[in-house]
């Protein structure tokens, strides 16, 4: 047993965490909600080998594990960082499990973004998570793992919407078949486990921030002649906020270890990383807006980017109660037949 | 970063076990449950015998040599085998304060007894109108030559009654207030003028209220320098903050699951098949896992140095109050029966468990307490409490 991060992870982390503090400022954030992503961003992102990070070192990567992309995704999180990371992390890493060398070279170099269509229906049905900007997604048909080109003539522009995701729709049936069967659905399955812990990661990095944004605003503002920090009323959510986000990121933590050491815990640990960080970035955020009174609710304050994102980056994955249920099969074993 | 359970823990919980199955009778259990004294002193002389009161200690001062995590392993295993552990687990406190603190000559005569588990002290901190402000302590200490002559009174001074000592803290300087001026004493509770009287709770535990009434002390029981008791009573208080007693919200979620399976529902379908009660028994699963984690991690930063601020000991028993009311929400009319009825469903768990949670949130430092310190450590923000 050892819960401290290796000096390399620490490495890992202050890298990204001097990158995205550098490169996805508020400023750039806000512009690149219209277009869903900050290309410059991406690559930095790319020129620093991110994309090879979690990769195996004879598909082309660093041999790092699920531990150091949720370092990544947790930086990123942080700064509210607008490039795809969760899901085309979590496909690249599919790819190399399926042997796939070819469609993974121009992922890792970043000028193919491939992404997955993390839905339950037919992938044209969908409304992708990293459409507007991915070349092809990786779907699930029932039956096999299937590499989806994005048609010609799709758009590249973002469906307007609440978190500044890079949704779009794509008019397509289908596309090759990767892999088939059981082999199929276990390797898919991976891959949405390791969304959901680093959506987690991510949801983690965003509520930090949005605590420091709140408490620090809550130091410096006055009312009825003392900081409004000094009320409990404003500083104790603060308190239970911070204990469930040390807790989170140690579920995120546990979830990468057993993932990626094949315990039978893992994708219990992986349900229970992603409803527990979701529902703490959604109090970190609310309670951080709330604090700061009707500036919060302007444009001009930043908070507001982290309130929105709190939301819009869980459900892009899942209903966060509906998953509770996915932990309940999980745990307990699915009900049983005329149970429900 | 590696979760894998060291190997010597499943060794630690089997011998817990096998101790469990040889000692901890049915009558054992029931006794506790009907006086809610804290401790048996007849299995607690065995848990010294096998250094498991002090488990922390070394062999030759009557420990079992273990480390933080082995030794939360092993209590764990005895209190959720039926070992009343608030009366050895509470003694360490003060031990543990005395061991740090104490003269020689009361640490020799003191801490063989109390690793050997013949010797139990309870804790005096908490009075009438103080509460969460433990340092409004008004119970007097006057020297008198060799000795203290101490008047007051405490309340919530759980196993008082089978006790040997309170570890008592007193203001010995008139007019001092706060922090200042205080001292701990460690108080024979055989001593003439103190009088013990029994408080009941709901929760199945006895607690205590005792006046002292020109109480003779020697001050060869004092622990620390005279009128310096705030440093002495801060690390003893941080200990139980920071080592707090793992959460017993596994416990509650793991008794709920098996009501669940084994209990049916109105319509005969058993309870587990109900998508309602899976998600609150999902989210109780995760509760679990986090106060589990959280209070794995004081022992981890405890063993390197770190402080996280009292973040477990606050998650674990809110979890555990939220736990307890959900399990009884899920197990309706038949959860509500005690322990001593028959046909109560998994051993009345449901109504022990909601009966007992509520006060977890308040002994070791009330969340409100505990709020404030995480802030002020954490974050920066200003203290809300008035400064005396």
Redesign the interface.
Known sequence: MDLRLTDEQRAVRETFAALFRKESTPQRVRIAESTGMDRALWQSYAQVEALGIGIPSDRGGADGGLLELALIAQEAGRRLAPIPIAETAAAARLLGRLGEKELLAPVLTGSNIVSLATGSRPVGDQLLVDGAIADAVLAFDGESVRYVTRPDGQPTIPRRNLGGLPLARWDVATGRSLAEGEPARGEFARALDEVRVLRAAALIGLAEEAVQIGSEYAKVRMAFGQPIGMYQAVAHPFADILGALDGAQLLVQKACWALDSEQDDGPALATMAFVFAAETAYQASQHSLHVHGGYGFTEEYDIQLYYRRAKAWTVAFADPRRELLVLADRRFGPALPGGR | ??????ANWSRIRNDAEAFIAEHVTREVIENERRTGDGVDRTLTRKLGARGWVAPTWPVEEGGAGLDH?EASVLLDTLRKGGVPTIGPGTTMLPANAIKATGSEELKARILPGVAAGSTLICLGYTEPAGGSDVFACATRAERDGDEWIVNGQKIFTTFAHVADYCFLLTRSQVGSAGTRGLTMLLVPLDSPGIEIRAVHTMGYERTNVVFYNDVRVADTNRIGEAHQGFSVMRAALEAEQNIAPSARTRSIAADA?EFARTQPRSDG??L????IV??R???M??EA???D??G??VA?LDA?GEK??P??A??GP?SYVRASAAAIDIAGMSGLLDWTDPEAPVDGSMDAHYRSAVATTIYGGSS?V???L??EN???????RPRR
């Not at chain 2, 587990?272 to 998508?275: L, Q, T």
Request: net charge negative.
């Open positions: 970063m590696d979760f894998t359970e060291p995590f699951l379908d058993p587990i098949n109900d998508d899976r998600e028994l999902a989210r699963a995760m896992e986090v106060a984690l959280l794995l991690r981890f390197d996280p601020g973040v477990s606050l998650f809110e409100e505990l709020r404030s995480i802030v954490r974050l920066g923000l200003p203290r809300s």
